[in-house]
């Protein structure tokens, strides 16, 4: 939960969520109305696809959520993958960061060439689906960064249990993961109209920013 969150781990949240949101305005774009993080908003239009006699519709939206899981799933086993003792150790949360900046550089170099370009959505809905595993406990995910139903609604208790006076000011933190993700979407569908698929290095170099932070800061705590 974010209100479990120090206060750099609740920077890097927004910082990624940020990036993440930047991501999906530049998918929703380019894909003309389907998600590359919002896996709900993907398997709505699924059944309307569906619905309407969509096939192909129905295959993008689908194919996107298997790349999302499987995104989930390469991240899932590298950061329960243990080290050798004595040995260098990446934390978990660096191999997920990470793993996302690796997928989501190739995704913009296969924008570099048209032949290519149909592998983009999946390599960067894979992607979005890693960085998920930036924040677990106990093997399972603490803080989704790249969807915000849950947040807002965690925002909205809390906001409630605060003005019944038997909390602080907890929901800020939801609220200001929405607010990353809103503000980076706009900046991410604003780019790709004035950039393409080039916009993605954008966003490698910011989720690259935030993995070499955290790598510096913890090369200065060891």
Known sequence: MATGLSRRQMYLACGITAAAGFVDGVGFIHLGGYFVSFMSG????????????????????????????????????????????????????LRAIWLSVAVLGVAAVCGLFPVLHVAVAPLIAAAMGAVNATFTRGGEVSVGLTYMTGALVKAGQHLAAALRGKQG???????????AIAAGSAAGAAAYLLAGLAALWLAVLALAGCAAVVQLRRGRAG
């Open 169 to 179: 000011t907890g929901w800020l933190r939801y609220a200001a993961l929405w607010c």
């Open 42 to 93: 993907n398997s709505t239009r699924a059944g309307a696809d569906l619905a309407g006699g969509d096939l192909l519709g129905w295959a993008k939206a689908l194919g996107l959520v298997l790349s999302f899981v499987t995104g989930v799933v390469a991240a899932s086993l590298l950061t329960a993958r243990r080290e050798p003792a004595g040995a260098h150790i990446v934390t978990p949360q």
